[in-house]
T-cell receptor, first 112, second 111 residues
Framework: DAGVTQSPTHLIKTRGQQVTLRCSPKSGHDTVSWYQQALGQGPQFIFQYYEEEERQRGNFPDRFSGHQFPNYSSELNVNALLLGDSALYLCASSLDKNTEAFFGQGTRLTVV | QKEVEQNSGPLSVPEGAIASLNCTYS??????FFWYRQYSGKSPELIMFIYSNGDKEDGRFTAQLNKASQYVSLLIRDSQPSDSATYLC???????????FGTGTRLQVFP
């Protein structure tokens, strides 16, 4: 049974560029949440997708957008990258909101 | 006041001892509480969750919840060097679908 998978694992982008991160949830899970984790901090909630709709959003600018596909996989898009967007981006999947949410291995994004 | 607070540590305990990790939260309506373990450079791994007041045991781990005091803790018995990691407390509120994390407590278990 495959767990949560994210791609790519590492990414280097230039300031001002756009990036797309991908997530496949754990088998049987229908809810995907995205988090940003800066060094030395706890994960910060970006948004959550359920039934292809954004169900809730954290305090992140509109540069951060997402999508969920009919197979429950999800994408996180970040436009106009800033140096401060450098972080570990985590995808978590669950069945029905955040109950027992499981994280993928993360995507380490470096903006230079 | 931070929504979820943890002592950043490091908390150093000898091998075989009990490690006690603490977390307080501000939203009195919070319903679900989670403990994640995160090794350096890795993603968080769910180790315990608790919804009701009292204790919940799973192997060497015990989660304790006191909603009146807005306090949740994690006890690790017979600590091993492999338990050395950052432990993240996460809280899900009553009207929210998101997990709010503390900054984590770094645990060091020395032989």
């Amino acid at each position: 049974d495959a767990g949560v998978t994210q791609s790519p694992t590492h990414l280097i982008k230039t300031r001002g560029q756009q990036v797309t991160l991908r997530c496949s949830p754990k088998s049987g899970h229908d809810t995907v949440s995205w988090y940003q984790q800066a060094l030395g901090q706890g994960p910060q909630f970006i948004f959550q997708y359920y039934e292809e709709e954004e169900r809730q959003r954290g305090n992140f600018p509109d540069r951060f957008s997402g999508h969920q596909f009919p197979n429950y996989s999800s994408e996180l898009n970040v436009n106009a990258l800033l140096l401060g967007d450098s972080a570990l981006y985590l995808c978590a999947s669950s069945l029905d909101k955040n109950t027992e949410a499981f994280f993928g291995q993360g995507t380490r994004l470096t903006v230079v | 006041q931070k929504e979820v607070e943890q002592n950043s540590g490091p908390l150093s305990v000898p091998e075989g001892a009990i490690a006690s990790l603490n977390c307080t939260y501000s939203d009195r309506g919070s319903q679900s509480f989670f403990w994640y373990r995160q090794y350096s450079g890795k993603s968080p791994e769910l180790i315990m969750f608790i919804y009701s007041n009292g204790d919940k045991e799973d192997g060497r781990f015990t989660a304790q919840l006191n909603k009146a005091s807005q306090y949740v803790s994690l006890l690790i018995r017979d600590s091993q060097p492999s338990d050395s990691a950052t432990y993240l407390c996460a809280v899900e509120g009553f009207y929210t679908d998101k997990l709010i994390f503390g900054t984590g407590t770094r645990l060091q278990v020395f032989p």
